[in-house]
Each structure stands twice: as C-alpha cells, then as structure tokens.
C-alpha cells in the first residue's frame, strides 16, 4: 500500500494503480500468510517444558521457574504506542527502498529487444519485491530456523512468480500478458530486487548485532563492575532465576536456535 502512495506522487495522484488487481487481492492469503502463522504458533523464544512424571506443579514450567520473563509484558515492551510509531517509519522506510530500486531504476530500462521497459512491468516487480521482503524481514524475526519455517517463507515466495506467470500466459490479464518472462531477463530488475532486499537485510543484522553483541558486552562490564554483588530482577540479559535473584546465562538469551 505504501509503495501505492509514494507512486501517488508520480502520477499526480490520478488513481493509477501499480499491480493488476487480481494478483493485488492475492498478497495477504497466498504469498505473506504462512509464516506468520508458523512464527505466531511454533517459533518458540523459549523451551517448551513438559512435567516428567505427567503432574504440572510451579516448578514444571520454564516460565513459571522465570516470572523475570513476564516484565516485558509489564512494562509493556512489545506493545506500545512508540513501538507502533516506529514500526510505521521502518515500513515507510522499506517502502521508499523498494519504490526507488524497483520503480524509479527500472522504468525506462531497455529491454533485450531494445524496447523501454512498461509501467505494469516495472509495476509488478515493486509488487514482488514487497512479498519477498515481507518474508524475508519475517525470517530475520524468527527465533527457531528449522525445515518448516524455511518451506512456508520459500512457497510465499515462489507462489508470486507462479501466479505473476499464469496470469502472464494465459490471456485474461491484458495489463500483465506476456510480461513474465520479459521481466526476469533483465538485469537491472535482479539488481532492484537484490538491492531493496539486502539494504533491508543489512539494517536487520546491524540492529541484531547492536542488541546482542554490543549492548550485551556493555550490560556485561557494568555487571563485572559490580564485583560480584547480587543484583535485582531488572536486567533483561539475564534468563535465569534462583532464590529471588538472577544468574546470567547470555549463550541463549535472545540467540537464534538452528534446527537441522
């Protein structure tokens, strides 16, 4: 949608969309839905414990030996009004990546026959750019990278090119007959789509390593600098509660787990 809107600023805000409208109504159920699904229901930040003798008690479950975990939920760290603020600017900021490679570097580009690259053409990479890295952000999200995950964000992925290209073949979509393979014979569209996804992809590892390297290692030399001293349940780089204080345990705090 956003990308729709800086594309307002082009076209004079005439009401020209960018994307066919079938495979526009499509991008919510076929090509973004299943790994959010997986990531709400199965990817797990924490283990899954089971009572070994089948009788629950406040000492069976991972969350329950570490009430510290709920403090997020207290102080509201997931959901907020700035949280949602800053997810907002993040989109907006994807969006003008993805209009800028995918719009603005590839209309006009030549073709192999020599002809310009078309709207619609231009149009629909800016549409598949926008499903690939709706997935692509969301695997950076994920705490467990296993065999399923994977599946559902590569079926997202590749249900854009199979739907862009039966629409491209069949007839009834004249804004998008024959476009298909003309598209992905040109350079400058993989290098749009390359650069969108990785300057994305680099800001998410950047953010993670200042989280998990730096902030960490500066959470660590003030806690060395206590000498010791017990501290209060107040530190988000501890994971592990004893006797009403905090043991640290940063090799699996906030860390991705691989599951081969």
Avoid at 2 to 17: D, E, N, R
Avoid at 92 to 107: D, G
Avoid at 110 to 117: H, L
Wanted: charged content about 15%; some cysteine; hydrophobic content about 45%.
């Amino acid at each position: 949608m956003v990308t729709q809107f800086y594309f307002g600023f082009y076209s004079g805000f005439s009401g020209q969309t960018l994307y066919e409208k079938y495979i526009y109504q499509l991008y919510n159920i076929t090509m973004t839905s299943l790994p959010i699904m997986w990531y709400c229901m199965a990817d797990f930040e924490y283990q899954k414990d089971k009572p070994e003798d089948g009788k629950a008690n406040s000492d069976s479950f991972y969350f329950m030996r570490n009430p510290y975990l709920y403090k997020i939920g207290i102080n509201k760290e997931c959901f907020s009004l700035q949280l949602m603020l800053r997810w907002i600017i993040y989109a907006l900021f994807h969006a003008l990546l993805i209009y800028y490679f995918c719009f603005q570097a590839i209309t006009g580009a030549p073709q192999s026959d020599g002809k310009d690259s078309g709207f619609w053409l231009a149009g629909h990479v800016v549409y598949g750019a926008c499903c690939i890295l709706a997935n692509v952000i969301l695997v950076h999200k994920f705490n467990i990278i296993d065999h399923i995950g994977t599946f559902t964000v590569a079926l997202m992925i590749f249900a854009y090119f199979f739907f862009l290209g039966i629409q491209s073949v069949s007839g009834y979509f004249p804004e998008v007959s024959h476009i298909f393979a003309t598209t992905f014979e040109i350079f400058i569209v993989w290098a749009g789509l390359l650069l969108a996804i990785g300057t994305s992809s680099a800001i998410e590892f950047g953010y993670r390593y200042w989280n998990e390297i730096i902030m960490s290692d500066l959470n660590r030399i003030h806690d060395d600098s206590s000498e010791g001293e017990m501290q209060p349940l107040v530190r988000k780089d501890f994971n592990s509660i004893e006797d009403g204080f905090v043991t640290r345990n940063p090799q699996t705090y906030g860390r991705k787990s691989i599951i081969n």
